[in-house]
């Protein structure tokens, strides 16, 4: 997973790869497992960034929003490429 900040502060992007974690994971002990941290540490953290857990099932908000945000994102990152009469995407790793 490719996270692009938006400016060197420190506190936006640990909130940023917080609020990654949890929306890839789903939970927090699954996302705390991906940053590496305790869940109490991400649990600090979630309460420090005011990042909005358990998400609401409904709305801009939601879980299916934030999954559908983040399938936006990778197919964004693929390209077509044209084999014969049909279009296929291809992924295309980005360096």
Request: proline share 6%; charged share 20%; with cysteine.
């Given at each position: 997973?490719?996270?692009?900040?938006?400016?060197?502060?420190?506190?936006?992007?640990?909130?940023?790869?917080?609020?990654?974690?949890?929306?890839?994971?789903?939970?927090?002990?699954d996302a705390a497992r991906l940053l590496g941290?305790?869940?109490?540490?991400?649990?600090?953290r979630i309460i420090k960034h005011q990042i909005?857990?358990?998400?609401?099932?409904?709305?801009?908000?939601?879980?299916?929003?934030?999954?559908?945000?983040?399938?936006?994102?990778?197919?964004?990152?693929?390209?077509?490429?044209?084999?014969?009469?049909?279009?296929?995407?291809?992924?295309?790793?980005?360096?």
């Amino acid at each position: 997973m490719r996270l692009t900040l938006e400016s060197l502060n420190l506190a936006a992007a640990e909130k940023k790869l917080c609020d990654e974690a949890l929306t890839a994971a789903g939970t927090i002990v699954d996302a705390a497992r991906l940053l590496g941290i305790t869940r109490h540490a991400l649990k600090r953290r979630i309460i420090k960034h005011q990042i909005e857990w358990p998400r609401p099932k409904f709305g801009p908000n939601s879980l299916a929003a934030a999954q559908a945000a983040q399938a936006a994102r990778v197919l964004s990152t693929q390209t077509p490429s044209v084999t014969g009469p049909t279009a296929t995407l291809k992924a295309v790793p980005r360096d």
